[in-house]
Structures are given as structure tokens and as C-alpha cells.
């Protein structure tokens, strides 16, 4: 067996509740990466989703797939036995609703903002490393950047600008009260402008980027973990609030 299999079972162990994944040796590149997100989907079946960021304004853009069935509308209730670290970040996101256009062509961002709906998420946290904090940015990468799932509001019924949540104002409570409240921004782009950066790189990986999918694209109030039985509340701008609870 591969090296890459080998992380692809174990990873896929993990989420099915068994030991945790511990790197003894990191990851060769992005090659490897993408590689072992393949395999993980494969096994999981539908890809409901993507997240994308970079670490930086200066460092590559990355992307991860998202389980269809770990993609759920406001309000939700995560169980412990699906994310241990209870952790959550309030995005904005994108449900692609038509073919997307070429990158190449003339009128790609009009185009792009033409056959996509806005909505605020919560990306939910957890890891299937044993110490995601100490492992490499590729390792965390490999194991989907993170990723648990996506909690959905209500998309946006109402005309939009792609510049409207470059700047948003945020309000983020935990049983009522103000974890994070006032102006944001993402430090490497716009939630659009990383939509279309996506767009632009992913190519036919995992499938590629489709139609009834949601793309969430960075976090307005950074990574946050929760205490069991903590309910959550986030509001961005004009989009209908997102909700969701960590049972006890």
C-alpha cells in the first residue's frame, strides 16, 4: 500500500470514529494534498460543497471538498460525535445555481455573480488529526482544511453587489451574548473575489465546482470553539441570520 492510501484509510478510519491520525513525517506537496482529498471523497461519496482561503494575502490559494450530507440549513444541531472540537467560523457563502461561466471569457465575474446567491454559513471545525494545532498546514489540508460541515441560512432573496460583503458589518452571539460584533473583512480578498479565484484554480478536482453546490470563502470572525450545549447566532450585513447549537 501507498503512502497516500494509507493516510486515505486512516483518515477515513477516524471519521468513522476510530483512533485519530498522528503524522510522523509531512506531506510532500500540494500534488499529495489534493491527492488525498480525492480519495477521501471518493469513499464518501457527493461532494455537497468547497471551502477556499489562503493562509495569507501572499500564499497560494487552496480549496477542500465538502461532504454533501454534512451540509445542513439554519437551525442546526451539531452531536458530539460529529465534531469533537465544537469550533465554528461565520462566512459568507454562495450556492452556485447555474453552469458557470468560463474563467477565459470576457464577462467571467458578471457572469459568475449572474448565477450565484449569497448566504450567511457557519463553517463547522473539527479535525480527524490527533493534534491538528501542531501538524503542517499541508496535513491540515489534506484532512479537508478542517472542515465539518456547513450550516446554511436562508439565501439572499434580494438584489446584490459583489462588493457589498467586501466591508460587512458582523455580529457573531453565543447564547445572547456578543462574541464578535462590528465591521470585518477577510485578509486575503473579497468573499467574492475568492469565489472567483475557486472558480478560476479548482478544475476538475473532486468533480469540479457544480451546480446545487455551496461555497463558503473565509471566516469574518476567525476560529472560535465552543463549549457543549453553547447556541450560536451570526448575522452578516443583509443576509438572514444563520443558526446553530452544539448539543451537550
Not at 22 to 48: C, H, N, R, W
Not at 197 to 208: E, T
Request: aromatic share 6%; with cysteine.
Amino acid at each position: 500500500m501507498t503512502q497516500i492510501a494509507a493516510i486515505i484509510d486512516q483518515l477515513l478510519a477516524a471519521r468513522r470514529g476510530g483512533l485519530l491520525l498522528q503524522p510522523t513525517e509531512d506531506l510532500s506537496g500540494f500534488d499529495a494534498v489534493y491527492a488525498i482529498q480525492s480519495g477521501v471523497m471518493a469513499k464518501l461519496g457527493e461532494v455537497g460543497g468547497w471551502k477556499v482561503g489562503r493562509w495569507d494575502a501572499g500564499s497560494p490559494l487552496f480549496y477542500a471538498p465538502i461532504s454533501a450530507d454534512l451540509i445542513r440549513p439554519a437551525p442546526d444541531t451539531r452531536q458530539p460525535e460529529e465534531c469533537r472540537l465544537r469550533g465554528a467560523e461565520l462566512e459568507v457563502a454562495f450556492r452556485i445555481d447555474a453552469k458557470l461561466p468560463s474563467p477565459g471569457s470576457h464577462d467571467f465575474l458578471p457572469a459568475l455573480a449572474a448565477c450565484v446567491t449569497p448566504m450567511a454559513v457557519f463553517e463547522i471545525v473539527d479535525s480527524r488529526l490527533a493534534d491538528p494545532k501542531s501538524a503542517s498546514k499541508l496535513w491540515n489540508l489534506a484532512d479537508v482544511q478542517l472542515n465539518a460541515g456547513l450550516v446554511c441560512g436562508t439565501p439572499l432573496e434580494m438584489s446584490w453587489q459583489p462588493e457589498d460583503f467586501s466591508h460587512p458589518q458582523v455580529q457573531l452571539t453565543a447564547d445572547g451574548a456578543d462574541v464578535v460584533a462590528g465591521p470585518a473583512m477577510l485578509n486575503t480578498s473579497t468573499p467574492f473575489g475568492m469565489l472567483a479565484d475557486l472558480v478560476r484554480s479548482c478544475g476538475a478536482h473532486c468533480g469540479g465546482v457544480q451546480p446545487g453546490q455551496i461555497v463558503t470563502t473565509g471566516s469574518f470572525t476567525g476560529l472560535r470553539f465552543f463549549a457543549k450545549g453553547t447556541q450560536l447566532t451570526g448575522c452578516i450585513a443583509n443576509l438572514p441570520p444563520v443558526s446553530v447549537s452544539f448539543a451537550a
